[in-house]
């Protein structure tokens, strides 16, 4: 049966649960096929074009709390990536060199040759791919709370308790096929674990039963959200690539004080020239979702004078 033309159910603007007051005035939902993919983006607002970067294991929905602020000032592109929410999952792909050209493609598909990138856990790998494999597209770039494959010295495997319940998914998530047998039909286990063990202050219980909801609904989206992981390989040897061509533009490194805090930029220094730091207090792995009114004035400001034209 052929999927329809307009997103619709709980992954479209139109069907997503608890969004902010006034959200469906500003933003809608709609497809955008590049290349042979579909992709679904969540478009609105004024001003110069602002890409939104959603991580793992999330979509667009991740970005819900800030965009309506943000709108004010950008005109705000939050796609879900290849793999997720209601976009395309094809069965490969998921290297970030491919998942970069796949946002530098929607862009020109909105018509935005230069522009302004966020990007989250995953999505900072994503952003920083678009950045280095496209910089004279990308006028800045923030990023949060994710060590940096390739960039990042790697973690021992042997590591203490604390970093190892931290990034023991890492290497669950490259299994080739038993962590979809696993996982299937305790979605809520594992994916609720990780959300819980990683935020400082709680995400909404239904923000994460959307999430979970999500993922457990198609066995492709749970497929697909590994995908990312299991080409690790391959993005390790491209980020190895990229840093010796060290991004020029100005970046933001985000991180929370009870997650990573100050090594995000830690992490960029080795990748670029001009990086500034916020470490947000009382924040844990989300800071979207967990301090929304902070990550707001913080990327107001940063990109204020991004110099992006649509």
């Not at 749970?222 to 690539?241: E, K, P």
Request: hydrophobic share 40%.
């Amino acid at each position: 049966m052929n999927s329809p033309s307009t997103p619709e159910g709980p992954g479209s603007v139109s069907g997503a649960p608890n969004l902010p007051y006034g959200f469906t005035g500003t933003f809608t939902s709609r497809y955008i096929d590049t290349g042979g993919l579909r992709q679904h983006v969540v478009t609105g607002g004024d001003g110069p074009p602002l890409l939104l970067v959603h991580g793992w294991p999330q979509t667009w929905y991740a970005w819900r709390l800030v965009m309506p602020a943000l709108a004010r000032n950008f005109q705000v592109i939050a796609p879900d990536q290849r793999g997720t929410g209601l976009s395309g999952k094809p069965e490969d792909g998921y290297d970030t060199g491919t998942l970069a050209s796949d946002l530098a493609a929607l862009m020109d598909a909105l018509g935005h040759e230069r522009f302004a990138v966020a990007g989250h856990d995953t999505g900072m790998w994503i952003g920083y791919a678009l950045a280095a494999d496209h910089p004279d597209r990308v006028a800045r770039l923030a990023v949060a709370e994710t060590p940096l494959p390739g960039v990042s010295p790697s973690p021992p495997l042997f590591a203490n308790a604390h970093l190892n319940n931290a990034l023991w998914h890492f290497a669950f998530n490259r299994l080739a096929a038993v962590n979809d047998q696993l996982v299937t039909g305790r979605e809520e286990t594992y994916f609720g674990w990780q959300f819980a063990t990683k935020a400082a202050r709680p995400l909404p219980d239904y923000a994460v039963r959307h999430y979970v909801g999500t993922l457990a609904a198609d066995p492709a989206a749970l497929h697909a959200s590994f995908a990312i992981y299991r080409a690790l390989d391959a993005t390790i040897t491209q980020n190895q690539q990229r840093k010796t061509q060290r991004l020029k533009m100005p970046v933001l490194g985000i991180g929370g004080a009870k997650s990573l805090g100050q090594q995000v930029a830690d992490t960029m220094k080795l990748a670029a020239e001009d990086v500034q730091t916020l470490v947000i207090p009382g924040c844990g792995h989300h800071p979207p979702e967990e301090a929304p009114d902070e990550m707001v004035t913080a990327l107001t400001a940063f990109l204020a004078t991004s110099g992006t034209s649509g």
